[in-house]
């Protein structure tokens, strides 16, 4: 699951909100110079699903107040699944069905976006003046790997499933008495700061995101699909990085998956200054865990079954002894 926040696809969003509301017209303006006006998609926002591009743009222009000529005035949020969750989803609810499923979601990314500034009165999405858009296809740009090798060209449509979800939401609540800024990602440090514009986790945005997916649709998702093992693969120390190797060598069952996808949460955020303090906390998981840590067993030819035992036993005290003290 792709979730961003951007200030515009169009480059600018300290002016009007049209060039980047035309812009997201571009599947109907398609549309319609095939003659197909029917199949035109509308905007929604949770209260209705036929919004007009007019009320879009004149909406999220007219929420300014007191935002100056060089504040941003809205963002563009983009909501795009995995080529493996929109599998599931057309698998499970057909083209039509995943659509109007993945409006559905976009309200509760939405009504996340909104706790998140963690501002008296910003609960959910009703508080925020936004609008959404399903869009079909993506198209490569001249920064595609693709296109700079020459193997596909700037405007050319992407292949597989891309829908996804685009969403314009304003600077100010719907209200246009509040500021809120993903921008400002102090995280509680700057409180002065915060108590005017809200803190915003984008990183923890971005993970409601994915337990949500999961939850709304009953989505299986694998280590290596989730934002914690990404993150602390690119990002994470050594340690973290040892923590999460080791829980993607765990033989699990299904039932298992959501524990150990808890447990790459937690190592991702920092919470396990040690492999032992890890295996500690892991419940049933943690004999897997420690016999993992004693593989591969290598059985030399001159060790009898007896030396081997003792050499086995030798190394479960020295990694138990290890948990104490922290691996």
Known sequence: MFINITTSETGDNKGSSGALV???????????EKGKGLELENWFNGTGNEIRRQEVRMKIDGNIAK???????FFLINISPSQKELAFLYEKYGKNGTKEK????AVKVMDEYAKNFKRPGINTHKDLLWYGKHENYRYYKHTDKEVKDGTRQKGERKEGRQDHIQIIVSRKDITNRIKLSPQNTSKGKNKEHSAKLGEFNRTAFKQSGEDLFDALFDFDRGLKDTLAYANT??????????QMNLLENIPYQKADQTIINDLAKSVAEGVFESVG????????????LLSLLMEPVYIAPHLTPIDESRRRKRKKNKIEQSM????
């Open 22 to 32: 035309n812009y997201l017209e571009k599947e109907n303006q398609m549309q319609i």
């Open 67 to 73: 935002l100056g000529r060089i504040d941003s005035k």
């Open 233 to 242: 693969m690119q990002n994470g120390t050594v340690m973290q990085k040892k």
């Open 102 to 105: 993945l409006k559905e979601f």
């Open 277 to 288: 303090e890890m295996i500690g906390t892991a419940g049933k998981l943690g004999a897997d």
């Open 324 to 327: 104490g003290r922290g691996i």
